[in-house]
C-alpha cells in the first residue's frame, strides 16, 4: 500500500506481468501465498483427523460400503481439467486477450459447478443411505473434510463471478490481473488438496 | 439427560441469576454503558469516535485501541485471579461456590492468554514495528483494523457471557467429552468456542499481515540483518501465527460441530476419540505459548540494549535462537499431555525436544547479561521490569525442564507445581515483558512520559507480590494440591503456604493499580517529550517526533547500518556527512474505512447466533459477511495521496523541518 | 502439459490400487507419492512458483509450511496410535 520504494515498481519495463506491476500488487500476492500456508496446515489438521477416526465406523456404513469409482474419478478429473483452464486464463491474461481470458475463467466456474453438483449429489446419495454425519466418527471426519474443501471451492466460483464482472467493467489492468492471478492460485491450491482427498479418503478406502 | 437449570440444552433463563455479584456487575455495565453514551453525547464526540477511532486504519491507533482493550482484560482477568486466591486462601471457604468457580478459572485462563496477552503483544508490534523498520504503515492497514475489531468483538463475546447465558467453566483447554452436551449442556462453550473462533480470525489475519510487512517493506538500506531485534521477534512470531492458529481453528471448530450438530469426533460414543481433540489443542497451544513470550524477548532486547547504551551482544546468535526456538515449539507439543500414556517413545522424544527449547532460550539470557556487562545501565523503569525478568524466567525455566521430565511429570501433571511454573514464564516473561514495552514505548504512543517514582513503586509491589504469591504454589503441588480445586480441607498442612500466596497476590493486585495510577497521574503531571527521543534511543521509531504524525516519515530514511538512529546521531554529532534533504513527495496513504468495523459486528451477532442456536440471527450476519467482503472488493478508490504543502505545515508543527 | 502429467498420475494412482498388486503399506506409500507429484506439477505448471518481485520468500514460506505439515500430521498420527502400536 503505502511503500517506501514504491517508485521501483511503477514503472514496469516489459518483463513484469501487469500483476505484478504495482507494490499493492506484489504485497497482495505475497500475502495470499502466506494465507495459502495457513490454508495447507488447517487442511492436514482435518487430514489427520480423518486418518484416525477412518476405521471407527460404530458398526455404521464403512468406505468400502460408500466410495463409488466412477463417482470419485469423475469428480477428480472435472476438477483436474479446470485447474488446467484456470491456469489458461492465467496466460491468456499475461497475453491480454480479454476475451479468452474471460471465456476460461467461464469454462473454470462451469467445471466448478459441475464439481459441486456431483459433490452435493453424492452426498445426498450417502444421507439417504443413513450414512449421516450423526452417524459415526467416520462419517463425522469424512463430510467435515470433503465438505471444508467443497465449500471452499463454492467460495472461489462466487469469487470468480465477482472477478468477472470486474473485467468485464474494467478490463486488464493492475488490479484486476492482481485478482485473477490469486483467485487462480486459490484454484489451484484447491485442486492439489483434492488430489489428497482423493489419495488419503477415496483410493486408501476403496483398496484392500 | 438435563441439568438443573436447563430446558434440553437451553438455559432456563437468558440472563444469569441467583448471584448477587452478577446482579452488581448488571447494575455496573449498565451504569457504565450509561455513562459513556452520556459522556459522548454532551461533548458531541460520537462523530469523533467514528472518524478517528472506529474507522481508523492507522496502526498506531490501532496499537493504542489494542493496548486499551488488552488492559481492561487485564483488570478483568486479575480480577478473577484475586477472587479464585480469596477463595483459596483458608480452608474450607464458602466464598465461591464451585460452579462459579470453575467459570471463573475458566475465564480468568481464557482471558488472560487470548484477550489479554495476545492483543498486548499485537499492541506492541502495531506500535512499534512500522516506525522501527521505517514503514508509513503495514502491508494491509484495512486488514488490519479488521484483525483490531474480530479480536474486540471476541472478547466482548466471552465477556458478555458473564451476564447472558452463562459463563463456560471447562478450563480454557476445554476438553472433551467433558464440553460435549451431555455435560456441559447451555451456551456458556458456545461462548467460549465462538469468542476464540472469531478473535483467532484476526490473529491470523495479524500474523499474515506482519511477516508481509517486515519481509517486504522495510526502509532501503535496512537489510534481515540490520534489523532491530524486536522486529525479528515479530517476525519469528508471525511465522508462529501462520503455522499453529489453523490448528486451533479446526480444533475448536470440531467441538462445534459436535455440540450443534451432534457429531461424533470427541464423543465417547460412535467412535469418537476425545484425545485427538487434546493432540490438536496442543499443536496450536505450545506455539501459543512462544507466540506471546517471543515479542517479550524482542522488548527485553531493545530495552536492555538503549539503557545499557551498548549494542546488542551477540546480535546473530539472538537472531539464530529466536528461529530456532520458533521452529522447535512445533516439534514438543505432546509435553502437555504425557500423561495420555502415548508410550515410551513418543514421551521420550517429545521429552527430548522440550529440554532443547533451554538451549536457544540459554543462549539470550546469557547476550542480554553480556549486554549489560560493562555498560552504562540507567535504571529507569522499562529496565527495571527487564532486569526483573531475568531471575523469573531462570526459575521458571528450570521448573519447565523439570515438568519436560516425562516420568517425574507424572507427579507434577496438574498440579500447583504446574500452576507455580506457567505464571512464572508468562508473568515473568510476558507480562514483564509488556509492561517494559508499556513504559518504553509509552512517550513515542501519547508524546509524555509515566512517571518513575510510581512507575518504581508499581514494579517493586508487582515483583515481590509475585514470588510471595508463586513460590509458595511450588511447594504446595509437592504436598499434592491440584489445579482446579475450590475448596480443600484443613489439616493437609496447605493452610500456611495458601495464605501466603493470596497475600502475594493482593501485592501484585496493588502493583497493577499503581501502574494505572501512574497513567492517570502522568495524564496530567507527566513530562512531555519534546524531542521525540526522551531514553536516547538506538533505532529508528526514536527519530520521529512523539507522537509521529500519521505518516510517520516525511522522508523514508535510508539505512547503513543496525541500531540506524544511533548511527545517524553519531553523524551529526561529528557533523560528518550533512546530506542534502530531498525534497518532499506526496505521500500516499490507505483511506479511512467504516466497512471492518461494521463486518465485525456482523461476526459478532453471527456469533451471538450460533451460541444460541438462533439460526435465524446467524444466517443473515453471515450473509452480511459475504455482502461486506463482496464490496470491498469491487471498491477502487482505497487511497489518497497528502500533498507536499500539507507535509510541510505538519511538519513544522512539530518542529521539524 | 500439465494437464496430461496430472491426468496420467491420477491414473497410474487408481491404477496401482485397483491392481492390488502391492502391500497395503507399500501402497499407500506408492499413492502418497504420486499425489506429491501433482503437487509439483501444479506448483511448477499453473502456479508460477518461481515467479516474484524481490527475492523469493514465498519459496521458504511454502516450504516451512510443508515441513510443518508433515510434523504435524505425522505427529498426531504417531501419537494418536500411540507410537504405532494401535491401528488406524
Ligand atoms: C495477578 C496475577 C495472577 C494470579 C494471582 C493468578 C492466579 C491464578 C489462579 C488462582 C488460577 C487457578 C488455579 C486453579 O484453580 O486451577 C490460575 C489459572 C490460570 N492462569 Fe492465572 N493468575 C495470574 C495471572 C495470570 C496471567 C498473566 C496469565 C497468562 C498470561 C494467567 C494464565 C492462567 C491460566 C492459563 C490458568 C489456567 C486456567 C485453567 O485451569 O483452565 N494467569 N491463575
Ligand atoms: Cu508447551
Known amino acids: 500500500m503505502s511503500l517506501a520504494h514504491e517508485e521501483v515498481l511503477s514503472h514496469p519495463d516489459h518483463d513484469i506481468p501487469l500483476e505484478y506491476s504495482t507494490e499493492d500488487g506484489v504485497l497482495k500476492i505475497f500475502g495470499f501465498w502466506i494465507f495459502l500456508a495457513t490454508d495447507l496446515i488447517l487442511f492436514a489438521c482435518l487430514f489427520s483427523m480423518y486418518q484416525i477416526l477412518h476405521l471407527n465406523t460404530a458398526g455404521g456404513p464403512t468406505e468400502q460400503d460408500l466410495y463409488n469409482v466412477p463417482e470419485f474419478m469423475a469428480e477428480t478429473l472435472i476438477l483436474l481439467v479446470s485447474s488446467f483452464t484456470c491456469g489458461l486464463a492465467t496466460l491468456e491474461m499475461r497475453k491480454g486477450h480479454r476475451g479468452a481470458l474471460m471465456a476460461w475463467l467461464i469454462v473454470t466456474v462451469l467445471l466448478g459447478l459441475s464439481f459441486i453438483f456431483l459433490e452435493v449429489r453424492e452426498f445426498v446419495d450417502y444421507v439417504g443411505r443413513g450414512a449421516t454425519m450423526q452417524r459415526s466418527a467416520f462419517l463425522s471426519s469424512f463430510f467435515t473434510l470433503v465438505g471444508t474443501h467443497g465449500c471452499h471451492v463454492s467460495l472461489g466460483i462466487l469469487w470468480m463471478l465477482s472477478i468477472l464482472y470486474q473485467l468485464g467493467r474494467r478490463g486488464i489492468q493492475a488490479i484486476t490481473a492482481r485478482k485473477v492471478f490469486i483467485v487462480g492460485l486459490y484454484w489451484h491450491f484447491l485442486d492439489v488438496v483434492w488430489v489428497f482427498i482423493f489419495t488419503v479418503v477415496y483410493l486408501q478406502g476403496v483398496m484392500h | ?657 | 502439459m500439465g494437464l496430461v502429467v496430472s491426468i496420467v498420475l491420477t491414473l497410474l494412482a487408481l491404477w496401482v490400487v485397483q491392481a492390488h498388486a502391492l502391500s497395503h503399506a507399500m501402497l499407500l506409500a506408492v499413492i502418497l507419492v504420486l499425489a506429491v507429484l501433482q503437487i509439483v506439477v501444479q506448483l511448477a505448471f499453473f502456479m508460477h512458483f518461481t515467479e516474484s518481485a524481490g527475492p523469493r520468500y514465498h519459496v521458504s514460506a511454502l516450504a516451512l509450511g510443508f515441513v510443518f505439515t508433515f510434523c504435524i500430521v505425522a505427529g498426531s498420527i504417531w501419537i494418536m496410535t500411540f507410537g504405532g502400536t494401535q491401528p488406524y
Not at chain 2, 455435560?183 to 480470525?201: H, K, M, R, V, W
Not at chain 2, 517486504?216 to 535496512?222: H, V
Not at chain 2, 476425545?274 to 506471546?292: D, K
Request: charged share 10%; proline share 6%; aromatic share 16%.
Open chain 2, 1 to 657: 439427560m438435563a441439568l438443573p437449570g436447563y430446558v434440553g440444552n437451553a438455559p432456563t433463563s437468558f440472563f444469569v441469576t441467583g448471584d448477587p455479584m452478577i446482579y452488581a456487575s448488571d447494575v455496573l455495565i449498565v451504569l457504565t454503558v450509561i455513562g459513556i453514551v452520556f459522556v459522548l453525547t454532551y461533548y458531541k464526540k460520537w462523530g469523533w469516535l467514528w472518524r478517528e477511532w472506529l474507522t481508523t486504519v492507522d496502526h498506531k491507533k490501532i496499537g493504542i485501541m489494542y493496548l486499551i482493550a488488552a488492559l481492561l482484560m487485564l483488570f478483568r482477568g486479575g480480577t478473577d485471579a484475586v477472587l479464585m486466591r480469596t477463595q483459596l486462601a483458608l480452608p474450607n471457604m464458602h466464598f465461591l461456590e464451585a460452579e462459579h468457580y470453575d467459570q471463573i478459572f475458566t475465564t480468568h485462563g481464557t482471558i488472560m492468554i487470548l484477550f489479554m496477552a495476545m492483543p498486548l503483544v499485537f499492541a506492541m508490534m502495531n506500535i512499534a514495528v512500522p516506525l522501527q523498520i521505517g514503514a508509513r504503515d503495514v502491508a494491509f492497514p484495512y486488514l488490519n483494523a479488521i484483525s483490531f475489531w474480530l479480536f474486540f468483538f471476541g472478547a466482548l463475546l466471552l465477556n458478555l457471557s458473564f451476564v447472558i447465558g452463562g459463563s463456560p467453566d471447562g478450563g480454557w483447554t476445554s476438553y472433551p467429552p467433558l464440553v460435549e452436551n451431555p455435560t456441559d449442556p447451555g451456551p456458556g462453550e458456545n461462548f467460549y468456542l465462538l469468542a476464540l473462533q472469531i478473535s483467532g480470525i484476526g490473529s491470523m489475519a495479524t500474523g499474515i499481515n506482519f511477516l508481509v510487512t517486515i519481509l517486504k517493506m522495510r526502509a532501503p538500506g535496512m537489510t534481515l540483518m540490520r534489523m532491530p531485534l524486536f522486529c525479528w521477534s515479530i517476525l519469528a512470531t508471525s511465522i508462529l501465527i501462520i503455522f499453529s492458529f489453523p490448528a486451533l481453528t479446526i480444533a475448536l471448530a470440531l467441538v462445534l460441530i459436535d455440540r450443534l450438530f451432534d457429531a461424533h469426533f470427541f464423543t465417547m460414543l460412535q467412535g469418537g476419540n476425545p484425545m485427538m481433540y487434546i493432540n490438536l489443542f496442543w499443536v496450536w497451544g505450545h506455539p501459543e505459548v512462544y507466540i506471546v513470550v517471543l515479542p517479550a524477548f524482542g522488548i527485553f532486547s531493545e530495552v536492555i540494549a538503549t539503557f545499557s547504551r551498548k549494542r546488542t551482544f551477540g546480535y546473530s546468535s539472538m537472531v539464530a535462537s529466536m528461529l530456532a526456538i520458533a521452529v522447535i515449539s512445533y516439534l514438543v507439543w505432546l509435553h502437555h499431555f504425557f500423561t495420555m500414556g502415548a508410550g515410551p517413545g513418543v514421551n521420550t522424544f517429545f521429552a527430548i525436544s522440550t529440554m532443547c527449547v533451554g538451549i536457544p532460550t540459554g543462549v539470550k539470557v546469557f547476550n542480554w547479561l553480556f549486554t549489560m556487562y560493562q555498560g552504562r545501565i540507567r535504571m529507569t523503569v522499562p529496565m527495571l521490569w527487564s532486569i526483573g525478568f531475568i531471575p523469573t524466567f531462570a526459575i521458571g525455566g528450570a521448573t519447565g525442564v523439570m515438568l519436560a521430565v516425562a516420568p517425574a511429570d507424572y507427579q507434577y501433571h496438574n498440579s500447583y507445581f504446574l500452576i507455580a511454573h506457567f505464571h512464572q514464564t508468562l508473568i515473568g516473561g510476558v507480562v514483564y515483558g509488556m509492561f517494559a514495552g508499556l513504559y518504553y514505548w509509552w512517550p513515542k504512543m501519547f508524546g509524555f512520559i509515566l512517571n518513575e517514582r510510581i512507575g518504581r513503586w508499581a514494579f517493586w509491589f508487582f515483583n515481590i507480590g509475585f514470588y510471595v504469591c508463586f513460590l509458595p504454589q511450588y511447594q504446595l503441588g509437592f504436598m499434592g494440591m491440584t489445579r482446579r480445586i475450590y475448596v480443600y480441607p484443613a489439616g493437609m498442612g496447605w493452610t500456611a503456604l495458601n495464605l501466603i500466596s493470596t497475600i502475594g497476590a493482593y501485592l501484585m493486585a496493588v502493583g497493577f493499580v499503581l501502574i494505572v495510577v501512574d497513567i492517570l497521574y502522568s495524564i496530567r503531571y507527566g513530562e512531555r517529550d519534546v524531542t521525540g527521543d526522551p531514553w536516547d534511543g538506538r533505532t529508528l521509531e526514536w527519530s520521529l517526533p512523539s507522537p509521529a504524525p500519521h505518516y510517520n516519515f516525511a522522508r523514508i530514511p535510508t539505512v547503513t547500518a543496525r541500531d540506524a538512529w544511533w548511527v545517524m546521531k553519531g553523524e551529526r554529532k561529528r557533523g560528518e556527512v550533512k546530506r542534502e534533504l530531498e525534497p518532499l513527495e506526496p505521500i500516499h496513504m490507505p483511506n479511512n474505512s467504516g466497512r471492518p468495523f461494521i463486518l465485525s459486528v456482523l461476526f459478532f451477532l453471527g456469533g451471538f447466533g450460533l451460541v444460541f442456536e438462533w439460526y435465524w440471527l446467524a444466517i443473515p450476519s453471515g450473509i452480511g459477511v459475504m455482502v461486506c467482503l463482496l464490496l470491498r472488493s469491487l471498491e477502487y478508490n482505497m487511497d489518497h495521496y497528502i500533498p507536499v504543502s500539507e507535509i510541510k505545515r505538519t511538519e513544522a508543527a512539530l518542529g521539524r523541518s
